[in-house]
């Protein structure tokens, strides 16, 4: 990926459904909660509305192969938290920003 393939953008405030993992693959963990859930609410993967925003949380420690990592999934006022789904409010700001495409991908990102 190249410097130029991030961006800087103002996000709007959004309410997002959030899955945490931790270990020594958190990406994995997060997603594997948060696919079936948003599954269950009308979104699949790869479909119009299912975007997510995902990030180290918390970031990894020296001498720890452990971290977590935290995704978000943008969701209406209908949708409601269900373990270990938490539902929060992620104020609007600017953010930097890349895109890729499949989870195998996210390291080289």
Do not use: C
């Amino acid at each position: 990926m190249a410097l130029k393939d991030v961006r800087i953008v103002d996000l709007p405030d959004m309410r997002v459904a959030s899955a945490l993992g931790f270990g020594t693959d958190p990406e994995d963990q997060a997603f594997s909660i948060l696919i079936p859930f948003a599954k269950r609410i009308g979104l699949e993967p790869g479909s119009p509305g299912y975007r997510t925003f995902g990030f180290d949380n918390p970031s990894p420690s020296p001498g720890s192969p452990n971290y977590g990592y935290e995704v978000w999934l943008p969701v209406g006022s209908d949708v409601e938290a269900e373990d270990p789904i938490t539902i929060k409010h992620v104020p609007g700001a600017k953010y930097a920003v890349t895109r890729f495409t499949g989870l195998s991908n996210i390291g080289q990102v």
